[in-house]
């Protein structure tokens, strides 16, 4: 069984200002983890992924997540937030192998102030 | 716009009743997912189908069932509904059903049950 925990669930940041948003997952057996955002009233849009490979993934909005095993982490950060990034941010796992169920966490509101 | 097609957008029926939710998946996509997105309970995982067959059951109740039509669009059908099922629901696709395809939601079906 796989389970994802994000650690926070609303994350309030000034405009500008650098953030990080947590996750932890756990699982048996080799993962791949990705991050999704849902702005109001859409449906979830994928951020970025890791497969495999490098550890440290971006987006193309500015977003990172880092790949940690050892302490089973895929961690989102930003260095500067802008208004337009005020949404929710999921993380996401799913084994390796042929039939997959993606797991959710439990989502982060991020929410940016002026 | 991700290519997936829920319909309908709002649905508003009373307890006892059935209904029906319909998906079109993203050009050249052969899997399909439904998710049910709630305030208490998060994204969970219904079910998932690849070229026609079910290839994945997650928390699904017996009231429930989908299925994927030959021109690969997808129906999940409630019955018995409760106020509990009030919820919103998103389909999924992707193009095969491995771990590291990535999904694309649609807008999903918020779905009241009064």
């Known amino acids: 069984a796989q389970s994802v925990t994000q650690l926070d669930s609303q994350v309030p940041v000034f405009e500008e200002a650098p953030v990080e948003l947590r996750c932890n997952y756990s699982s048996s057996v080799s993962v791949y983890l990705f991050w999704y955002v849902q702005y109001p009233n859409q449906g979830l849009q994928l951020l970025l992924k890791y497969l495999s490979g490098s550890t440290l993934v971006e987006s193309i909005n500015g977003f990172e997540a880092e790949f940690n095993k050892s302490q089973t982490s895929f961690h989102l950060r930003k260095p500067s937030v802008h208004i337009s990034d005020t949404a929710e941010y999921f993380c996401?796992?799913?084994?390796?192998?042929?039939?997959?169920?993606?797991?959710f966490g439990s989502g982060t509101q991020l929410t940016v102030l002026p | 716009d991700s290519g997936v097609t829920q319909t309908p957008k709002h649905l508003i029926t009373a307890t006892g009743q059935r209904v029906t939710l319909r998906c079109s998946p993203r050009?050249?996509?052969?899997?399909v997912y439904w998710y049910q997105q709630s305030l208490d309970q998060g994204l969970q995982f219904l079910i998932q189908y690849y070229n026609g067959e079910e290839r994945a059951k997650g928390n699904i109740l017996e009231r429930f069932s989908a299925q994927q039509f030959p021109d690969l669009h997808s129906e999940l059908n409630l019955s018995s509904l409760e106020l509990g099922d009030s919820a919103l629901y998103f389909c999924?696709?992707?193009?095969?059903?491995?771990?590291?395809?990535?999904?694309?939601f649609g807008n999903g079906t918020r779905l009241t049950v009064t």
């Open positions: 996401a796992v799913s084994s390796s192998g042929s039939a997959r169920q993606l797991t």
């Open positions: 999924a696709s992707s193009v095969d059903p491995r771990g590291d395809s990535p999904l694309h």
């Open positions: 050009s050249g996509d052969l899997s």
